[in-house]
């Protein structure tokens, strides 16, 4: 308990200490959260692809504590420490080490995920976590436990929900395969049953509002456009010129060792429960549940850039990976174990050293203030607590070029837009909406190729947006074209009701383009910007 306790503090100061401003792509799930506190539930008001937790976490907190940037940071820093915490737990739990635990945890907080990616390491550690305690001594009780656990996951992203869920299956039989081969299959109706049963309410939900196919078919076109341009289309392989050093060869090294730990931990598993050389009960398993869930999350999940996308991996390839250090331990064998943990020992410290230099944990620890001068980390905590008591970032924290470029905007939607008010803004920027403080209309946050483009979306989105109030349209010259090839509908109607008022530079893009709606008559003109003002 004290070292779990101990790592999740350390993983909370590390968030806030290295900690650079949320980038663009979290801002998606901002601004889903904004729109469920403007009255509006994905799928009945807007389009979701899957993520419904997702939008609805960031704006549980932010109803009871506000729009400070902080808020949000504790959310994920906290979901960040839960992961270590039960990474901890389990890893101790299977390998039998607090050492091997402590490092392996150490490890997955250094690797340092995205933001935005803190279920992939929370919702993983607890599942690792439950599966190595309940295939000890399943019951129907603990198999339902373990369905909870993957309707939540689904709830956060579907696709968790399949990776945990198949994982749990597996738990849920094998950890009742000792009672016999009808309890097992018992054990796994048993899960099935109450995962159906726990996901209807809401697959009655969407069913009623839009209907499961008509809602799973654009999500699953959305999701694939999206897979499709950060597929890997050959395997990484390493530069022979460079040595682990190298990022990209570090990189290779993490994605072999991700997909090589959990395939050697089923054999492993095999071996130990044929040979009767378990360490604990339901030990073979709780790891065969883990390696299957690592497998089905490392092809699901891990594709370019790879810097980015192994820390989303971390946490079961952290707690099979205890687990396999763990077993070099109990081989009986003089020779064999001398060799088994030379073999372990050269693994582990590739790893350490390949995991620094991925996540640049050097330069981070300069970031943080531990390696610079005396009182620097005092006045990075200085500067980073001024910098969270805001609602807007600044400087570095801006997180994109589009909201750099709008922040006189920002300022005034605040005094000549209602809180009622809506915008459109093409492309995909969702943080011009959160930073605006003002819901997206015709119920999408984006405009673009392959999201909800289809015809009858369109005529969805228009009807929307005829029924709600919306000044002014952002539209990004960069993605124009493919705004008004896909979404002709929209952008006919663009067209017809809104005017253009201003041009907006950005850096490096053709900037953006303000238009105001035809016909509305305004309050009178911004001091500061001469724009149409439409409230005080």
Request: with cysteine; charged share 20%; net charge positive.
């Amino acid at each position: 308990m004290c070292g779990a306790i101990f790592v999740a503090l350390l993983t909370a100061a590390w968030r806030f200490l290295t900690f650079t401003g949320f980038n663009n792509d979290h801002y998606i799930y901002l601004a889903g959260a904004q729109q469920m506190l403007l009255g509006e539930w994905p799928v009945r008001d807007f389009v979701d692809p899957g993520w419904p937790l997702m939008y609805a976490v960031p704006a549980a907190a932010r109803a009871l504590l506000g729009r400070e940037l902080w808020v949000e940071l504790l959310v994920v820093s906290g979901a960040f420490a839960i992961a270590s915490a039960f990474t901890f737990a389990a890893a101790a739990r299977l390998s039998g080490s607090l050492v091997i635990a402590l490092l392996v945890t150490l490890l997955e907080i250094a690797i340092n995920p995205r933001s935005f990616g803190y279920p992939k390491l929370l919702l993983y550690a607890v599942a690792g976590w439950a599966f190595a305690a309940a295939a000890p001594r399943m019951t129907n009780r603990r198999a339902m436990a373990l369905a909870a656990l993957s309707v939540v996951a689904f709830l956060f992203r579907h696709d968790h929900g399949i990776y945990i869920g198949a994982g749990a299956l597996v738990a849920a039989a094998l950890g009742s395969a000792a009672d016999g081969m009808r309890a097992a299959f018992r054990r796994a109706a048993v899960f099935a049953a109450a995962g159906l049963l726990f996901v209807l309410p809401w697959a009655g939900f969407v069913q009623y509002h839009v209907g499961l196919v008509d809602y799973f078919k654009p999500a699953l076109e959305f999701s694939r456009a999206e897979a499709e341009g950060t597929l890997l289309r050959s395997l990484p392989w390493f530069d022979r010129s460079a040595g682990l050093a190298a990022r990209e060869s570090a990189e290779v090294w993490l994605f072999y060792l991700f997909y090589a730990v959990p395939l050697a931990s089923l054999w492993q598993a095999w071996l130990r429960a044929r040979d009767g050389r378990e360490r604990t009960a339901g030990e073979s398993a709780a790891v065969a549940a883990i390696a299957l869930m690592a497998v089905a999350m490392n092809v699901g999940f891990i594709r370019t850039p790879l810097s980015a996308r192994l820390p989303d991996a971390a946490a079961p390839a952290a707690i099979l990976g205890a687990w396999l250090l763990g077993t070099a331990f109990d081989v009986r064998a003089t020779n064999r174990r001398r060799a088994a943990l030379v073999a372990a020992a050269a693994v582990a410290a590739l790893t350490v050293r390949t995991v620094s230099v991925v996540a640049d944990v050097p330069g981070e620890l300069n970031r943080a203030g531990v390696l610079a001068r005396a009182g620097a980390m005092n006045d990075r905590i200085d500067d980073l607590s001024r910098r969270l008591r805001k609602t807007m970032p600044e400087g570095s924290h801006v997180p994109s070029r589009n909201a750099e470029a709008l922040l006189p905007f920002f300022d005034f939607a605040a005094r000549c837009t209602s809180p009622d008010d809506r915008l459109i803004m093409t492309g995909l920027s969702p943080e011009v909406f959160v930073l605006a403080n003002r819901g997206f209309a015709g119920g999408r946050m984006a405009y673009r190729p392959n999201f909800y483009d289809s015809e009858p979306e369109q005529r969805k989105a228009i009807e929307k947006i005829d029924a709600q109030s919306v000044p002014f349209v952002i539209v990004s010259l960069e993605e124009e074209a493919g705004f008004r090839r896909t979404l002709g509908l929209v952008a006919a109607y663009v067209d017809e009701h809104y005017e253009p008022i201003a041009r907006i530079d950005v850096p490096d893009t053709r900037g953006l383009q303000l238009y105001v709606e035809k016909g509305r008559r305004p309050s009178g003109l911004d001091p500061a910007t001469g724009w149409p003002c439409f409230a005080f």
